[in-house]
């Protein structure tokens, strides 16, 4: 039993529906009854009655957007019969290389040792802000104390894993560059020295 | 309706507010960063201030022009140091490359006036920023990565940056002291001194620091400047210790 | 004239549809017709006939999710006129307004990008480090490489967050560069007057 033109007349419920539906395509979370009234400033017990219409619209085998009650709300998924689909668009092909900011920021913290994100803009010369939080989430890189005894900046290190994905069995088996300096310092002072006369 | 005043009008700009005077002041001290200055926003500011009289008033654009290319040319050598070219340029073909650089830059600000509407237009379109709240997790997987790249990498930043030479741009902006000193010794020497003649045989970014020389000595009233009518001989004459005269750039 | 009953029969259009609709829900960007191809495992052109299906039903003014062609792909977002409700719960993903460097810088990286920072400079007259490194965080341009083959400057692109909150399909609805400012002739005429007047 079909009646998705009750949506589409102007009657009240059915424009706090649309309005419904609005808040919950751009919601990052379940919304629960509370967070939809006070957005949509109506009441309670309507936007029940709203969500009550949506659920028998957005529901499987009708629509491939299903509304559905969990732990903290409502929010939309995705229907069952479409999950094969979605398997494929969310199963990435595997990444064959990383992007330049993220290569020069884990060749700086591979080749340095731990180090702080103000150490890694002063070596590239930009922020290093987003190219550091995407190599923590790829779990390449992880958090390792902090500087100065703790009271400083964060600093990273990489992890096992970067290990895996780059054959070594541990960092000592970096390729050397004896041609840039023979300790860590060396290199580091040396980077430091050419990110200066580097233009903006 | 009184005269426009060029060294007081009141500039409103991102680095700087306050009277353009001042602001010449400043950057001659190099208190402030020329490259921060937007020469446009002076521009505009002084424009506007035309606008609210009925009359072009040709003398303070005589006047406005002459301290605007003098700090164009300052903050171009600035930015652009590695332009060498640039100085050995004949006029025509730095007017031309002038009007080229200016275009461009007209544009993109009206570029970014399309942006600035179109932004408040699309003010009222909200779209999910971030994954959608039952979505399954994407998986990112890394194929085997070459050490090799990292050593590439680090031994890219370490290599030398192209093209920069410091030495070329001291070489090419003398300092405003030099300039300073160079009108005292004159005119302990002379009672009036010609521009013109003061800087015969100098480069024109020399003769650019040079006239914001005179202006600095203006500011501290140890010279007075006179002009008899725009692109006229610039007289400079050291100021009498009692009657120390307001600064006078007339016209015919 | 509403024909939301075609969506839920099971003619194969209608089904794909679905799983269109499933997919789009899901999705974090616009997604291509290519990419919902490939992961709905059906061809181009019935992918473009159901799109133009559910153009239809998810439009201004008939539900409150509206189906949109923006960033070189479709994407779902909230109806306009649910936009005062979705202000209450959510930020805009651009919520203060850009300033006047901020939006001259991204106009160039727009226009001719990838580009550094002295490019930026040059042509505005003014050091943009402060406007690149706002538009990073903001998420409107990113890092695109280095200049001369990896070791100069940084350069930045715009991305595709900047096209879907302006608003655009692609860059390429960008007015175009020729139609923007006055002729470069009447600044020559002005400065070539100026000269005249110069005694040799």
Redesign the interface.
Known sequence: MDRPLRLITTSPVDQLARTIE?LL??????LSVEELAEASADERERVETALGLLSERYREGRSGIVL?Q?AGGW????AREAAEA??RL???P?????S?AS??T???V??LGPCTRPDIAR??GVAADSAVANLV??G?IAEAGREDGGGGAVRYRTTPLFER????ESLS?????D??GGSADE?RD??AA??E???A | MPPVVVRELELDL??FEGPFDLLLTLVLREEL?L??????GIVVSFVERLAEREQLDLEACGEF?VLVAALLEL?ARG??EEDADLAELE??EA??E???????????????????E??A???????????????????????????????E??????????D?SLGHMALQFPPVAQFLERFRSLLARRRRVDFEEAVAGLSRVEVAVAFLALLDLRRSNEITIEQAA??APIRISATDVEGREPWIARSA
């Open positions: 609005a395509v751009i919601a990052s979370q379940p559905e969990v929010a939309f998924r995705a979605c398997g969310f199963e990435r595997v990444q064959r290389s990383l330049q290569l020069e884990l060749a700086i591979a080749y070596i590239r989430e790829r390449l994905v780059f054959g070594l088996e970096l390729p050397r560059l041609d840039l290199i040396r980077l050419v990110a006369r580097r233009p | 991102d680095a960063d490259a921060e200055v937007d020469v446009a022009l903050k930015l652009f006029p025509e007017a031309e002038l009007a080229r650089r200016l275009e461009e830059y007209r544009r993109m600000k009206e570029a970014a006036g399309w942006l600035f179109r932004l237009r699309e003010g009222d379109r909200f779209f999910r920023l971030g994954p959608a709240p039952l979505a399954p997790q994407p998986e990112r997987r890394l194929g085997p990565q070459s050490p090799e790249r990292l050593a990498v680090i031994r890219l930043l370490a290599a030398e940056p192209p920069v725009p692109f």
